[in-house]
């Protein structure tokens, strides 16, 4: 399967701050990437679905001005959380659709502590 | 919409003991059925999945499930757990067109113990 990297895997931030988490596709071009963002105890939530060259496609109640998308190329997508709060702390993971289009390949996750 | 309901958040099993992870989705059409691990502070692992075809799948480190659409179930299970199993698995639904989204259950937590 592809290997995913995201990078950090931890971050802890002050509110107010922005935090750039970064998706790499180690050894596939992947033109449709995900992210998910897992709160404790609970299951993963799509946020959005970015494909390379265009704008990212957000799921309802995500906000796109505050959850910044880029997938300028085949192996990287980031997302920015600008202005944090508290309340954004969370488990944030990537993934992206395998060469069948039929299965996901995660990366390792990003933990996000806003103080 | 689909839905994915896994009935057990934490289950525990002794070492060498069988398991069975429950699963229930709700999808309208041939669902795309995923099992997925993840460990602590780890991504997610692909264990198995079910496309189409014969009902019982074969994943990875000895894991199987087994799709019954009349029960609308995709349950997983494993023979005799290692202490290594322990983990949080996700069970998953997409749509049958594609992976395009994918909705995930809440997840079960296994504790193993000795």
């Known amino acids: 399967g592809a290997v995913v990297s995201q990078h950090p895997s931890w971050v802890i931030c002050k509110s107010g701050t922005s935090v750039k988490i970064e998706c790499r596709s180690l050894d596939f071009q992947a033109t449709t990437m995900f992210w998910y963002r897992q709160f404790p105890k609970q299951s993963l939530m799509l946020m959005a679905t970015s494909n390379e060259g265009s704008k990212a496609t957000y799921e309802q109640g995500v906000e796109k001005d505050k959850f910044l998308i880029n997938h300028a190329s085949l192996t990287l997508s980031t997302l920015t959380v600008t202005s944090a709060h508290p309340e954004d702390s969370s488990f944030y993971i990537c993934?992206?659709?395998?060469?069948?289009?039929?299965?996901?390949?995660f990366g390792q996750g990003t933990r996000l502590t806003v103080v | 919409a689909q839905s994915v309901t896994q009935p057990d958040i934490h289950i525990t099993v002794s070492e060498g003991a069988s398991l069975e992870l429950r699963c229930n989705y709700s999808y309208g059409a041939t669902p795309y059925l995923f099992w997925y691990v993840q460990s602590p502070g780890q991504g997610l692992q692909l264990l198995l999945k079910?496309?189409?075809?014969?009902?019982l799948v074969q994943g990875i480190k000895g894991f199987e499930a087994e799709f019954k659409r009349s029960q609308s179930s995709f349950n997983l299970r494993k023979p005799s757990v290692h202490w290594s199993d322990a983990a949080e698995y996700f069970c998953a639904v997409g749509y049958s067109g594609g992976y395009q989204k994918v909705t995930f259950g809440i997840g079960t937590k296994l504790q193993v113990i000795p």
């Open positions: 079910y496309f189409s075809g014969d009902t």
């Open positions: 993934g992206l659709l395998g060469a069948v289009n039929t299965e996901a390949f």
